[in-house]
């Protein structure tokens, strides 16, 4: 078979290679096999992955090429054609998992609504490393990733996350560190966080306390590193006085809500049992006339 049929025969494939955060032990054989056997290498930054690739004798020359957060979205038809080519097509990023608060995202995406294979490699991720080091809940959790640095962006942010139950998950840099820690504190009060340093690496450190005493700590010390901050979800809300459901149902009585549409709307609005913000409307109104 001519070279160009055998390679149009062959079903090329997009493959997320997962490498270490850190510790170059934790990389799996699979991952070492699948960069080995790749035809093209798509990375973050080609001089890390190329001494990456060397620490286990694996030659990249040839077959390295950048895709990263400037550059991903005009790539990404270039990356596609190869795969439709037939070319097994890894990505990696300069650490953990690719498309997690690093490139890759909008690859896979467009990877899918063009029907081109997509696989993965799973292994070393800072997100599920720090989640699960950090002593807190895991049963239900959310990434927030990095946060708007300024601007009414950040305090929507911050202000969904003041209510968050689940356990949240943030990534910072060091220099904001301090800053973003007193933010978390305004909006969500005293809360317990656990702050994750150089994970897997020789520095590597936990620290657990509260926001109060996080903001306090951090801001006098030289951060330096991957930082990881999960913290801890707000606690069930308190529930609503006698007051504010009195104070809620006259509202719409006054708006023209007859009784049983108040009342549903109040015990939507605040989470109380309806029969008590119906009682609360009948009471408002008082005796029909």
Known sequence: MPPAEAAAARRGSLVLVATPIGNLGDISARAIETLAAADVICCEDTRRTRALLSAFGVAGAGRLVSLHEHNESARTPQVLSWVKEGKTVAVVSDAGTPGISDPGELLVAAAAAAGVPVSIVPGPSAIDAA???????????????????????RRERLGAIGSERRTTVLLEAPGRLAGTLEDLHRACGDRVVVVVRELTKLHEEVWRGTLAT???????REVRGEIVVVLAGAGPPEPASDAAVIAAVRLRLLDGAGVRQAADEVAAELGVARRRAYQAALDVRGPAG
């Open 131 to 153: 989640l699960v080091v950090s002593g807190l809940a895991t049963d239900r959790y959310c990434v927030e990733g990095f946060l708007p640095r300024r601007g009414p962006d």
């Open 214 to 220: 996080a903001a306090a700590e951090f801001a006098e």
